[in-house]
């Protein structure tokens, strides 16, 4: 055992000292360097799961263009790392972003303008994807896909104690009672201090618009009527007990997850895998339905997550970037790899009629009528339009430390609200934004 | 020379050179002040003048270039700010702010905030880790102890544990769901405590460091208690002293300046807490992104994109601990080192 | 305490002689409790490392639902390794031999850094000195975190942010080695062998290497050892540097690991093994090389 770890160690070591001189030689920051002979070599950031076996389809079609992934930024940080680089001047040539963390890229000249190259293409990409990269007129990013959002709960645990998955959010109100007063340590749900996109989502869903443009001047309205209404549903379930509330993606919650403490979660079409691969003893167990409505019979959604792809200003090479930015999510074989290799509702028109992805049902859940994909679909069509702030960011790291001191202090939501709403508008103001 | 070191020097400990006592940083400091009432005692007949810069010459370069140069940076930087140009998506550009970000840092509760967590945190991470490794140390120089290799080796191995992976696996172990502590106190039928609650969290965050640190300074301090005299404990047991005294009023105060000086560096790494709340963070609502001022600084540059306000944070956190640490060691260097003269 | 010590001495001398070996009575009859509160100390030490092994041996989905310290047998450790081997096309294998590079590399520049100007501080009397020596000390309470941002723009303006450098270069300036540097030079060079050198028509070059270096060796690899620590744990300076996964050290692929993006898989089954395998190294060289830690060097402790 010893003796291995160090051949290995020794191996490993001397592999990289060779690489450490050779890769110092141009003395240049790892930027994007080709000879005249040499392929070009585009840089591209992004997170997504196997988005190196997506590259390597492109690789082999472009031998002159060659890509190179890294993957190591999470979504979380990525903006920050791109704002890094920016000051340090260190750009990629191409990265992924999240819709939210787009303006924040424009405003700190992350994204270049690419309407040139894409702007043509509005009639092949979904409207929600395209107004969420478009900004007056100018194209700053290729969208990939949208979140639609889904109710995934334990159709077997709700069988058991004889309800129906809630379509209202009274509904949803009772389960939660429901299967807490069967079993104390079990919750419908948790309510994640740490996750202001859910929040932010909910919102929407009930009407807030938590930042909107209207020509030059901005409104912030974190704290408005819609956005304390979910505040105080959320409010009266967590003090009643009813609800959970750790944090989402910490091991506590992926153990409740597997282990029936936590009945459902409040995801996007992405979450299927995830939750196999957490707990693949509830293979087959979930069931998939939309979000539970504030009014019967409505059908309202809000934006959760989604991402797309941009050029940075720093690329040497922006015709070559922003043809691969294209490539990667409008064209079949990328889509067709992204269906084999990740799960995405794709903002290509065209990609979603693509037979993989409609004729296949995630593994995590049970088979149903219409089926996952239809149903994406759907609520695809009955997702809100949102504008996204330049300060995002800021406005959910301020969201998860005023509502996790609610929490852990037994403060208002309604409170944390203003304190997010305060927080926003003093960053905006600061910068030189018009704010009403 | 101290008094401390006196003593120990007058039970017969007479060091070849310079006395133990001068490698203190306290002494150390303490030399300039001295100089000059030393009367020049020889002439050195080559005296070298190029030498010594060439010497410290590759070090200064360096901290030059890594130290003080980001130091002056992050000075300019806190001056700065971003302003947007138009009103909707306008491009931000760099503009000269003057103190605009040292008033909005020092007018900000969270700053205040804080500082006193990192305090409380102090309080409990710094006594607790040192009066441990004193407790261990004494314990592995008493001759009576059995298994003293296997425990000085294994007290020492979470020293070799980085503070990021410490705190995620504590993390798991306070969890509840998956915290085997809890399934003890569930299986002995107490209730399971809230290890990460609103209070306990401090003990939480302590507990990661003191337990990443205790073996290390331990070591340090068992070193020190072997390099005392063994003849002064014979003469002391054969005195009628029993072990505890024999630790108590002996070995202890003769290695009061060491505890001291590996206290301080605990205090300086107490000021700088940073990796293990941090990786916390992600684990539990008790702790949130201004939690102590490394943390503040790090949202500011790192996660709400306002590296311009994180520097004049981060220039004001730099002012406090230099004062802090520097005014210690000159307390310090006057009580426990006995002052001067 | 001084004055009954020295009447204790003389009493003491005669009482070993008249009844053999009362010390060893006494000592024997008090180690039970001693041994019993360092063996509790042992095993706070040991738990979460024992938590380490046991969580290792759960396979996919086992983690969460099976007790964490009871190790399962169904294969989930083997399962575990060779899926972190393969992670990534092998990222594991290139993040170990990254972190063994930064480590060995960084910690022997800092050491030869530090041993000139602990020596030249220690050693020489020159104008400014003191300001020299402050000036470096007052970098031992800069913190890392403040640091990390403003050098990593000062790397990228001079082109080296992103590349091994600069890691590397951070950490060849370490303030406290120089410190422990010159207090152990300042205990163990002799300064009449400097002077007789001297007067011989030694070069200070050729002092520095005949006269100061060998009795300054345990003191240089005690210096080592920590930086190579330091360097191992280090997560903020390579996280804030280093943008291209083949660069990263273990500390950095392990977050990154854990930190995709939502849309990620969840690989906390192989970050647990792989911090299990990432301080074994470490655990090794402090048995190997115990000793070699002259730790007393921090406490300000040195014999010639």
């Known amino acids: 055992m010893n003796s291995r770890f160090t051949k290995l160690g020794g191996i490993a070591a001397i592999a990289l000292a060779a690489s450490l001189v050779a890769g110092c030689a141009p003395a240049s920051g790892g930027e994007s360097s080709s000879d005249d002979d040499g392929p070009i070599v585009l840089r591209y950031w992004s997170w997504a799961p196997n988005v190196a076996a997506i590259v390597d389809v492109w690789n082999e079609a472009n031998p002159d ?28 040539d191409v990265s992924n972003t999240t819709y939210e963390n787009l303006p924040n890229l424009v405003v700190n000249g992350v994204a270049d303008d690419i309407t040139d190259a894409f702007g043509g293409y509005e009639d092949q990409v979904a409207t929600a994807a395209w107004d969420l990269t478009t900004f007056d007129g100018v194209n700053y990013a290729v969208p990939q896909g949208t979140s639609p959002m889904f109710l995934f709960y334990r159709a077997d645990i709700f069988e058991e104690l004889g309800i129906d998955a809630p379509t209202t959010w009274d509904e949803y109100a009772e389960a939660a009672r429901t299967i807490h007063d069967a079993d104390e340590s079990k919750y419908l749900a948790t309510f994640p201090a740490n996750d202001a996109q859910l929040f932010a989502a909910l919102s929407q869903q009930a009407g807030a618009e938590w930042w909107s443009l209207d020509g030059e001047s901005w409104s912030v309205d974190i704290d408005g009527d819609a956005s304390n209404q979910v505040a105080d549903y959320w409010q009266g379930l967590v003090d009643e007990g009813t609800i959970a509330t750790f944090k989402t993606w910490t091991p506590e919650w ?21 939750i196999l691969q957490n707990a693949p003893d509830t293979e087959g167990q979930w069931g998939a339905v939309r979000l539970p409505q504030w009014n019967e019979g409505d059908a309202v959604s809000g934006v959760l997550g989604g991402s797309g792809t941009i050029v940075t200003t720093g690329t040497k090479y922006p015709e070559e970037a922003r043809e691969f930015a294209i490539w990667l999510n409008n064209s079949e074989e990328a889509l067709q790899a992204y269906i084999e290799n990740a799960s995405i509702w794709p903002a290509n028109l065209a990609g979603r009629e693509l037979p993989a992805l409609r004729e296949t049902t995630p593994a995590a859940l049970r088979e149903s009528d219409p089926s996952f994909y239809d149903l994406a679909a759907q609520i695809d069509e009955e997702t809100v339009t949102v504008t996204w702030g330049p300060d995002v960011a800021l406005a959910y790291s301020a969201f998860n430390d005023a509502f996790s001191t609610a929490i852990t202090g037994g403060g208002s939501f309604q409170d944390a609200l203003t304190t997010v709403q305060d927080a926003v508008v003093d960053d905006m103001t600061s910068l030189g934004f018009t704010v009403e | 020379m101290t008094s401390q070191t006196q003593s120990v020097r007058g039970t017969g400990r007479v060091a070849s050179g310079p006395a133990p006592g001068d490698a203190s940083a306290a002494n150390v400091a303490a030399e300039a002040s001295a100089r000059p009432a030393l009367p ?168 990661v460091t003191i337990w990443g640190s205790v073996g290390f300074n331990m070591v340090i301090l068992y070193t020190s208690l072997r390099g005392l005299p063994q003849e002064l404990y014979e003469s002391a047991r054969l005195d009628g002293c029993s072990e505890l005294q024999l630790a108590l ?78 005014g210690l060691l000159k307390v310090l260097q006057r009580r426990a080192f006995g002052g001067e003269s | 305490m001084s004055a009954p010590a020295v009447t204790g001495r003389t009493a003491g001398r005669a009482g070993v002689g008249r009844d053999g070996r009362p010390t060893d009575r006494g000592t024997r009859r008090g180690g039970i409790l001693p041994t019993i509160v360092l063996l509790v100390g042992t095993a706070y030490a040991l738990v979460p490392v024992y938590w380490l092994v046991a969580a290792s041996t759960k396979g996919a989905g086992e983690l969460f639902t099976t007790s964490t310290l009871v190790p399962s047998f169904t294969g989930g450790f083997v399962e575990n390794l060779t899926a972190l081997l393969a992670f990534n096309d092998g990222a594991f294998l290139v993040w170990s031999g990254n972190s063994v590079l930064y480590s060995v590399g960084g910690a022997v520049a800092a050491t030869i850094v530090s041993a000139a100007a602990g020596y030249g501080l220690a050693k020489y009397d020159f104008p400014g000195k003191q300001f020299v020596f402050t000036f470096l000390l007052i970098g031992v309470l800069i913190p890392g975190v403040i640091l990390a941002i403003p050098q990593y723009l000062l790397l990228a303006k001079i082109g080296i942010a992103g590349s091994y450098w600069s ?24 300064d009449e062998l400097l002077e007789a050198g001297r007067l011989d028509g030694a070069s200070e070059w050729r002092l520095f290497r005949s006269v100061a270096i060998v009795p300054m060796v345990p003191g240089l690899i005690t210096i080592f050892l920590l930086q190579f620590v330091a360097i191992w744990n280090n997560f903020l300076l390579p996280f804030i540097m280093l943008s291209r996964e083949e660069t990263f050290p273990l500390t950095v692929g392990f977050y990154s690991m854990m930190n995709q993006g939502t849309d990620q898989l969840n690989v906390y089954n192989l970050v647990i093994i792989g911090c299990l395998i990432a301080i074994i190294p470490l655990i090794l060289l402090f048995l190997f090389l115990q000793r070699y830690w002259r730790l007393d060097l921090v406490s300000g402790a040195v014999k010639g």
């Open chain 2, 249 to 326: 009023r002996i070995k202890v105060p003769l290695i009061v300046p060491g505890v001291i000086l590996t206290g301080l560096f605990a205090i300086i790494g107490a000021l700088q807490v940073f990796s293990e709340p941090n990786m916390m963070m992600t684990l539990t609502n008790s702790i949130t992104s201004d939690w102590v001022p490394m943390m503040l600084v790090y949202r500011d540059a790192f996660v709400t994109n306002d590296l311009y306000g994180g520097a004049a944070t981060a220039m004001i956190i730099t002012l406090v601990t230099l004062v802090a640490s520097l």
């Open chain 3, 167 to 190: 890691v590397l270069l951070p950490c060849m300036i370490s303030p406290f080695s120089i410190y422990l540097a010159r207090i152990y030079a300042a205990a163990v060079v002799p």
């Open chain 1, 254 to 274: 992926q153990a409740a997850l597997a282990d029936g403490t936590l009945a459902s979660w409040i995801s996007a079409v992405w979450a299927p895998p995830l």
């Open chain 2, 40 to 207: 020049p005692v020889r002439r050195r007949p080559l005296r070298p003048r190029l030498a010594p810069w060439l010497f410290v010459g590759p070090a200064l370069v360096l901290a030059a270039g890594l130290l003080l140069a980001p130091l002056v940076y992050t000075l300019v930087l806190s001056f700065r700010g971003r302003q947007v140009a138009g009103g909707g998506l306008g491009l931000a550009t760099e503009v000269w702010v003057g103190l605009d970000n040292y008033v909005r840092s020092l007018t900000d509760p969270a700053l205040y905030a804080s500082f006193g967590r990192m305090l409380v945190y102090a309080l409990i991470a710094v006594p607790v880790t040192m009066g441990l490794a004193l407790l261990f140390a004494l314990l592995l120089d008493h001759l009576a102890t059995r298994f003293r290799r296997f425990s000085r080796v294994s007290i020492f191995v979470p020293y070799a544990v980085p503070g990021v992976i410490a705190a995620l696996m504590w993390g798991f172990m306070y969890l509840p769901g998956v915290s085997p502590i809890r399934d003890a106190f569930a299986a002995v039928g107490l209730p399971e405590p809230d290890l990460m609650g609103p209070v306990s969290v401090f003990f939480a965050v302590a507990n």
């Open chain 1, 65 to 92: 263009i060659q890509v190179e992934v890294n993957t190591s930024t999470g979504a979380a940080d990525i903006v920050a790392k791109l704002s890094a680089a920016k000051e340090a001047g260190t750009l990629p």
